[in-house]
């Protein structure tokens, strides 16, 4: 998740506060706002941060941080509702866009949208917070940022980030993408502990590369990820040692802070009418 996203999220709600004034009351529109003091508390040098790392356009793309268990749930349930209305107006089952109302999969189904018929044949997204589990299953895959697969691009490393070469070559506990560069080799974080952008290392590497081992993005280091159970986080973040085992789950009731952010799966499910989900 990244910063962009969020402010999206913002957006959605702020633009139709005046068509739900009771709903989107200032105390919810407060509720939807991140912790931007988590960097100072995270560190002093982090100061000029806490006023421009989420809003500015520069970091667009950078990791969300500063978020609650609570807020990234709720975050889940408004991504499913706008994937779902997206895909009714791709394929013409519903208008265009409209800013006036807030769309829901519940009001859907359940024939509350003027001009839809609801139609229980059709599948909904549901995005959540991944299990432990899941976690666990993932970590057999390759991960995009790891030692092997590093290597295996080397010829074309230039390519994916010609803002620098890696001479020395790359420590398996490697990973930029999230946040920080978090390298075991002290030399290489000297010279590389800075920010980087999400996107400068999200690419289709299993096309690009020809791997034929199926890649999971990083899954190692970078910012730690939010499970479904609050207070219980996979993976280590930039401020850890690599010295811990990253595919591992942690319990820790430190947040929001600046370390830790989350990510999302998606299952698609058939509505029942009984059960209303």
Same mark, same amino acid.
Request: aromatic share 18%; with cysteine.
């Given at each position: 998740?990244?910063?962009? %996203?969020? =402010?999206?999220?913002?957006? &959605?709600y702020n633009h139709?506060?005046?068509?739900y004034?009771?709903?989107?009351?200032?105390?919810?529109?407060?509720?939807?706002?991140?912790?931007?003091?988590a960097?100072r508390r995270?560190s002093?040098?982090?100061?000029?941060?806490v006023?421009?790392?989420y809003r500015?356009?520069?970091?667009?793309?950078?990791? =969300?941080v500063?978020?609650?268990?609570?807020?990234?749930?709720a975050?889940a349930?408004w991504?499913?509702?706008?994937?779902?209305? &997206?895909? =009714?107006?791709?394929?013409?089952?519903?208008?265009?866009w409209?800013s006036t109302?807030?769309?829901?999969i519940?009001?859907y189904?359940?024939g509350?949208?003027?001009?839809?018929? $609801?139609? %229980?044949?059709?599948?909904?997204p549901?995005?959540?917070l $991944?299990?432990s589990?899941?976690?666990y299953?993932a970590?057999?895959f390759?991960?995009? =940022?790891?030692?092997?697969?590093i290597?295996?691009r080397?010829?074309?490393?230039?390519?994916m980030?010609p803002?620098?070469?890696?001479p020395?070559?790359?420590?398996?506990?490697?990973?930029?993408?999230?946040?920080? &560069?978090?390298?075991?080799?002290?030399?290489?974080?000297?010279?590389?502990?800075?920010?980087? $952008?999400?996107?400068?290392f999200?690419?289709?590497?299993s096309?690009?590369?020809?791997?034929?081992? $199926?890649?999971i993005?990083?899954l190692?280091?970078n910012?730690?990820?939010?499970t479904n159970?609050k207070?219980?986080?996979?993976?280590?973040?930039?401020?850890?040692?690599?010295?811990?085992?990253?595919?591992?789950?942690?319990?820790?009731?430190?947040?929001?802070?600046?370390y830790t952010?989350?990510?999302?799966?998606c299952?698609?499910?058939?509505?029942?009418p009984?059960e209303g989900?």
């Amino acid at each position: 998740m990244v910063n962009i %996203y969020w =402010l999206e999220y913002e957006y &959605y709600y702020n633009h139709r506060k005046k068509y739900y004034p009771e709903l989107l009351t200032d105390s919810f529109l407060k509720s939807l706002q991140l912790d931007t003091l988590a960097w100072r508390r995270c560190s002093p040098y982090n100061e000029p941060y806490v006023e421009i790392y989420y809003r500015h356009p520069a970091f667009s793309y950078y990791p =969300l941080v500063g978020v609650t268990y609570e807020q990234a749930k709720a975050f889940a349930k408004w991504r499913s509702d706008r994937v779902f209305e &997206y895909y =009714l107006i791709a394929t013409g089952l519903y208008k265009e866009w409209d800013s006036t109302i807030i769309f829901t999969i519940e009001d859907y189904f359940n024939g509350k949208i003027e001009g839809l018929t $609801p139609d %229980y044949n059709l599948y909904y997204p549901e995005y959540s917070l $991944p299990d432990s589990t899941t976690y666990y299953r993932a970590a057999v895959f390759a991960d995009s =940022l790891n030692k092997i697969n590093i290597l295996k691009r080397k010829r074309r490393i230039k390519l994916m980030h010609p803002f620098k070469r890696f001479p020395n070559g790359v420590d398996e506990c490697y990973s930029t993408s999230l946040f920080c &560069y978090n390298s075991c080799d002290k030399e290489e974080l000297e010279k590389f502990n800075t920010c980087f $952008p999400v996107k400068a290392f999200c690419m289709d590497v299993s096309r690009k590369f020809n791997n034929k081992t $199926p890649i999971i993005s990083h899954l190692k280091g970078n910012v730690r990820e939010m499970t479904n159970t609050k207070n219980v986080y996979y993976g280590l973040g930039y401020n850890d040692s690599c010295n811990l085992d990253y595919n591992k789950c942690r319990i820790d009731t430190n947040m929001p802070n600046a370390y830790t952010g989350f990510r999302m799966i998606c299952r698609y499910k058939k509505w029942n009418p009984k059960e209303g989900k």
